[in-house]
């Protein structure tokens, strides 16, 4: 039997990946390192994510709740819970102030519904023990054993927990975001529970479906018929679906949404991989011309030379690959759970093999890779064997030159003639840098951003203190000043939107607009909304009722600059007269100093300073470590792409440099020569490409916004862009010297081995 020979261009790989070891390792590690960051994430989303989601029958999660304005009598329920198949519970919470200025909701011990899970310590079984949130004891430094004062009563800390129904900590449902600093959520023992008065209760009903398995349409419909069924019966303060619970629903959203973003950052960035690997790969066929038109005359296929110029690149990134899932599987994945756990508050998890995960991280990139060098290689490999011995690496007959004026200086032409010859390489080296540039332009703008939400907040405020009444009461205080307020609906969005009804002789209103009171059938709304909907002046912005359905529709008069809510601004007297409500209503006071001689039974609740800006302080708390993250993450991308390909210039043009060393050039004239080359294509692309990551963060922040209640106004402070310059620059003067002492390494005898 005859023995097959082996391919004699496999011994050729091993030899390649020496010679350019430098280059092969440093997009291993890019790759390395891009593969295992997106492949911890996508394992930890993927573990907490199926925590969360079996978290709903494993602790029997409420389907809704609904409070009511007085507590039920015994047997209210019987026949709601036979008509629609459903078990409703009490949950009944009170909320005090603790010792530090924050707020504590208090339950008592649950057995039934929204079950707690445990994760350190020991539930409270006695007088004065009480068991908090995990994160919140977290970020208070907390810890079990410790006494906390709730409404001037001390408590020992025994155990930390979470409470399923608060995998968000948020205090309110129209909050536009979480406080997980300033809020928590905590379980006392029956015999403390119970000695809490009736005018700080909040009567909480709990509801979950005999059927687990009912659809989301068929879970709406169900919610809608027991709301219409309670309103005919009981006065209904609070009602709210599972999926409108942003205290359940925000985690998983916003969990399944990150996982897009990052496998998206992950394909763009195997993408400029890609077409790195492809260029360098271009550069080294053209170098070895006339070898491959020697083996194309001895009988290989372009089958055979594709397939080895093709191997090493993919080998590289497979083994990155596998490497970097290792790490990702192992390192990365408890310090993304780690990021996860410091934002919300989940049960406990266990490490699911995610063959989705996989799926992404390695075997999609792979194919990226792969699609990307066989477009671009197979092209530069369809020449004649001819014309590769001749060096004749273009498919045109003749060599398009571009003439340039003779004004120009020698040194400019020369310098512009190198670019030419290279297009290729430096619209990668383009693209490259928009792609960071977006990564650095995100790092960079979120803490100015939030910085600018907090002052642009504060600055535009109707009051320091902000009322909200249970029933109306009057005070003493006459610079306090009543006004109308309503939660309603945007149509068709479903967002909540506050909706003001303002004196017309208000003082607190002209903190924020020189502008009247507008006329029935007009409204002002904030800019937020105007941002959000598109929603111009002179449009019509229509709002609904939540538990009716009722809609309200008014001609935007202007939009002004009330960054704290979405909202609508009426006259007090077309408030009444929209909403249906009897002369001289109201549902708070404005003030800028505290009421004292307010009864506490009367207030719903008080927003202050705090509460206008703890959207800003949680991102800040949950995600601020990621924004240095990704600010390095496109500095290292710019400096490997500006390193990588402008090594890839010199290299091409070894043969002209070490001519012009025989000529008697230096090595600082000739990099000159070339090192400014690329110094300009840097520095136009970091020009260029400055307004153009501008337009796309504007583009992919309004998605990040879209599915947040509320808005953050897009801002880029004007320093942002000096400092993406300044790294820019800073980048390419360490890369540029070290190609520098490249150019000192070239050899004359490099001009005497090429022979015509």
């Known amino acids: 039997m005859e023995k097959k020979v082996k391919n004699p261009l496999r011994k050729?790989?091993?030899?390649?990946?020496?010679?350019?070891?430098?280059?092969?390792?440093?997009?291993?590690?890019?790759?390395?390192?891009?593969?295992?960051?997106?492949?911890?994430?996508?394992?930890?989303?993927?573990?907490?994510?199926?925590?969360?989601?079996?978290?709903?029958?494993?602790?029997?999660?409420?389907?809704g709740h609904f409070t009511l304005f007085m507590p039920a009598e015994k047997g209210f329920f019987e026949d709601m819970e036979k008509l629609y198949k459903v078990k409703v519970s009490e949950n009944f919470y009170a909320d005090f102030e603790t010792d530090g200025g924050n707020t504590a909701r208090l339950y008592r011990m649950r057995s039934d519904v929204n079950r707690t899970d445990l994760w350190e310590g020991d539930y409270p079984a006695t007088l004065g023990e009480i068991a908090i949130d995990r994160l919140y004891a977290e970020n208070n430094s907390i810890a079990i054993g410790d006494f906390i004062t709730v409404k001037r009563r001390r408590f020992q800390v025994t155990g930390l927990v979470a409470l399923t129904d608060y995998s968000a900590l948020f205090k309110n449902n129209t909050d536009m975001m979480f406080d997980a600093n300033q809020f928590t959520v905590a379980l006392v023992s029956d015999i403390d529970f119970n000695v809490i008065q009736n005018k700080d209760l909040k009567f909480c009903y709990s509801w979950v479906n005999d059927d687990r398995t009912l659809s989301d349409e068929e879970c709406r419909d169900k919610a809608e018929d027991i709301m219409h069924w309670l309103a005919e019966r009981a006065v209904?303060?609070?009602?709210?679906?599972?999926?409108?619970?942003?205290?359940?629903?925000?985690?998983?959203?916003?969990?399944?949404?990150?996982?897009?973003?990052?496998?998206?950052?992950?394909?763009?960035?195997?993408?400029?991989?890609?077409?790195?690997?492809?260029?360098?790969?271009?550069?080294?066929?053209?170098?070895?011309?006339?070898?491959?038109?020697?083996?194309?005359?001895?009988?290989?296929?372009?089958?055979?030379?594709?397939?080895?110029?093709?191997?090493?690149?993919?080998?590289?990134?497979?083994?990155?690959?596998?490497?970097?899932?290792?790490?990702?599987?192992?390192?990365?994945?408890?310090?993304?759970?780690?990021?996860?756990?410091?934002?919300?508050?989940?049960?406990?998890?266990?490490?699911?093999?995610?063959?989705?995960?996989?799926?992404?991280?390695?075997?999609?990139?792979?194919?990226?890779?792969?699609?990307?060098?066989?477009?671009?290689?197979?092209?530069?490999?369809?020449?004649?064997?001819?014309?590769?011995?001749?060096?004749?690496?273009?498919?045109?007959?003749?060599?398009?030159?571009?003439?340039?004026?003779?004004?120009?200086?020698?040194?400019?032409?020369?310098?512009?003639?190198?670019?030419?010859?290279?297009?290729?390489?430096?619209?990668?080296?383009?693209?490259?840098?928009?792609?960071?540039?977006?990564?650095?332009?995100?790092?960079?703008?979120?803490?100015?951003?939030?910085?600018?939400?907090?002052?642009?907040?504060?600055?535009?405020?109707l009051s320091n203190y902000q009322y909200v009444l249970k029933a109306p009461v009057s005070t003493s205080d006459l610079k306090a000043e009543k006004y109308c307020l309503t939660q309603l609906q945007d149509e068709p969005s479903g967002e909540e939107v506050m909706v003001y009804g303002i004196s017309p002789d208000s003082e607190y209103f002209r903190n924020i607009t020189h502008l009247a009171i507008p006329a029935d059938g007009e409204a002002y709304i904030s800019e937020g909304y105007m941002q959000k909907y598109g929603i111009e002046a002179g449009e019509n912005v229509t709002v609904k009722e939540k538990y009716t359905g009722k809609t309200h529709s008014f001609r935007v008069k202007e939009v002004i600059n009330y960054p704290a809510a979405l909202s609508v601004f009426l006259s007090d007297d077309a408030f009444r007269k929209s909403f249906e409500k009897e002369d001289g209503y109201y549902t708070g006071y404005f003030s800028d100093v505290k009421l004292s001689d307010i009864p506490d039974a009367y207030i719903a609740s008080v927003i202050t300073e705090h509460d206008l800006v703890v959207i800003a302080d949680q991102l800040d708390d949950s995600m601020g470590v990621v924004f240095p993250i990704m600010g390095g993450f496109a500095t290292l991308l710019y400096m490997l792409m500006i390193y990588m390909l402008s090594k890839l210039v010199l290299e091409k043009n070894a043969h002209s440099i070490s001519m012009t060393k025989i000529l008697g050039y230096s090595g600082r004239e000739i990099g000159k020569l070339y090192i400014s080359s690329t110094a300009w294509v840097v520095m136009i692309s970091l020009v260029v490409t400055l307004p153009v990551a501008a337009f796309l963060m504007r583009w992919i922040y309004g998605l990040f916004m879209a599915r947040m209640h509320g808005w953050l106004t897009f801002f880029v402070a004007p320093a942002t862009y000096g400092k993406m310059l300044a790294i820019g620059v800073s980048s390419y003067l360490v890369i540029g010297s070290l190609q520098y002492l490249r150019i000192r390494k070239i050899p004359m005898g490099e001009a005497l081995k090429i022979n015509e």
Do not use: C
């Open 236 to 461: 209904i303060t609070d009602f709210l679906k599972r999926e409108d619970n942003q205290a359940i629903s925000f985690t998983g959203t916003d969990m399944g949404s990150d996982k897009g973003m990052i496998t998206a950052m992950l394909y763009v960035t195997m993408v400029v991989m890609a077409f790195i690997f492809a260029v360098t790969t271009s550069s080294t066929i053209e170098r070895e011309a006339r070898v491959i038109g020697t083996l194309r005359a001895s009988g290989y296929s372009r089958g055979e030379l594709l397939r080895h110029y093709i191997a090493l690149p993919i080998i590289v990134s497979l083994v990155a690959a596998v490497v970097g899932n290792i790490l990702g599987y192992t390192v990365l994945k408890e310090y993304f759970a780690a990021l996860y756990l410091h934002s919300y508050s989940l049960t406990k998890y266990r490490t699911v093999w995610s063959a989705e995960a996989f799926w992404l991280t390695t075997v999609v990139p792979i194919v990226i890779l792969l699609a990307v060098n066989l477009i671009v290689i197979s092209r530069k490999l369809r020449l004649s064997p001819l014309k590769f011995l001749r060096s004749e690496l273009t498919s045109s007959d003749k060599k398009r030159v571009i003439h340039l004026p003779h004004k120009i200086g020698f040194l400019t032409r020369f310098r512009l003639r190198v670019i030419f010859q290279n297009m290729s390489t430096y619209v990668t080296l383009f693209v490259g840098i928009l792609l960071a540039n977006v990564l650095l332009l995100f790092g960079l703008m979120m803490a100015p951003l939030m910085d600018n939400f907090r002052e642009t907040v504060l600055d535009s405020k």
């Open 12 to 63: 050729r790989l091993l030899r390649e990946l020496k010679q350019d070891f430098g280059k092969y390792l440093v997009v291993f590690g890019f790759i390395f390192a891009t593969i295992a960051m997106v492949s911890g994430f996508l394992v930890s989303d993927v573990s907490l994510k199926t925590a969360y989601d079996e978290s709903f029958a494993k602790y029997n999660v409420e389907d």
